[in-house]
């Protein structure tokens, strides 16, 4: 049994809960969460994370999805500060990794603030899942040396403001979080800019859970994809090279990653138009 010498009453930890699948927690974030007197949960913290609190833990829901809020971050902040200088063992248990668009600074700054000490707890993020759900690289050896994460998400009102030419990179993977609202402009952004429109693109809903859907398509195609492949869950963009896979194409038919829908052109002809590999194309392949 650990002797929670890392975690005293009266202490903070931002915890990454991962995309979903409570397997891929941490061995040291199950550990917090059990030991917690107070946990203080997103809305993406998967079912079954939550199963490793204690029972006299209290557990606090403080999601915010799309523009429904629970709370507003300053709430956030406080109550988490309150908790911990009531003498609490907290757990701030975020989706993904809390240090990607997670609004860790904020809480971090407020702990501090307050003398109360915060840690982080790393966690496995969306982009990662998704390219576990789709048994591909997120980066490849001379075709895409660079990985950006990206999020597209803008307040009511405000426009997206991107370095477009930046990220029309034709040798990096872009994973874009929060994309599916501004799909379109994201597409005919890094078009502009001058990406290609058959670069590949995936989008993954629901990474790493058991209703995970997963659709490959290429840049031109990205807006209709988001309008009518995608539902109501979180999902994640990927753009670019990496996504055509290794020589030998995606994982075989009889593996579960390969269960991706293709979003392609009618008129796809053979000579190269289709951004995928061919492994790609006979899976489960629609044409829209
Ligand atoms: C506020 S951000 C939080 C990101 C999180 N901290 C991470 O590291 O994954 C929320 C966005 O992450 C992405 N996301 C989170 N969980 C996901 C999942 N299981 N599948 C696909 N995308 C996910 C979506 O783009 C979602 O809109």
Redesign the pocket.
């Known amino acids: 049994m650990h002797e929670l010498g890392d975690f005293p009453p009266g202490t903070v930890w931002l915890v ?1 809960a991962g ?2 699948d409570p397997e891929l927690l941490t061995r040291k974030a199950e550990r917090l969460i059990g030991a917690a007197d107070a946990v203080f949960h997103d809305a ?1 913290v ?1 079912p079954g994370v939550l199963d490793f609190a204690s029972p006299s833990a209290r557990l606090v829901y403080v999601g ?1 999805r799309s523009g429904r809020h629970s709370r507003d971050q300053a709430s956030i902040d406080r109550l988490i500060v309150e908790a911990a200088l009531a003498g609490c063992r907290v757990v701030r248990l ?5 240090a ?3 609004r860790a600074t904020e809480e971090l700054e407020a702990c501090r603030a307050m003398g109360v000490p915060v840690r982080i707890c790393p ?1 496995v ?3 990662s ?2 390219a576990a759900d789709l048994g591909l690289s997120l980066t490849l050896r001379g075709a895409a040396r660079r990985l950006t994460l990206v ?1 597209a ?1 803008v307040r009511a009102g405000e426009a997206l403001k991107l370095d477009w030419l930046a990220l029309a990179d034709p040798r990096a993977t872009l994973a ?5 609202a501004a799909a379109s402009e994201v597409a005919s952004e890094l078009m502009n800019a001058g990406l290609a429109g058959d670069t590949p693109v995936a989008l ?6 058991p209703g ?1 859907r997963r659709f490959l398509t290429r840049l031109d195609l990205l807006p209709l994809a988001a309008r009518t492949a995608l539902g109501r ?4 963009i990927l753009v670019g090279a990496s996504l055509r896979g290794s020589k030998s194409g995606l994982p075989d038919d009889g593996d579960d990653s390969a269960q991706c829908r293709t979003i392609a052109p009618r008129s796809a002809p053979d000579s190269g138009a289709k951004p995928w590999s061919a492994a790609a194309a006979r899976t489960n392949s629609r044409e829209f």
């Open positions: 990454g995309p979903g993406l998967g915010k975020k989706g993904g990794d809390p990607i668009f997670g966690g993020t969306a982009a899942a998704a999020t998400h874009i979080y929060m994309g599916k993954v809903e629901n990474a790493s859970l995970s869950g979180p999902a994640v």
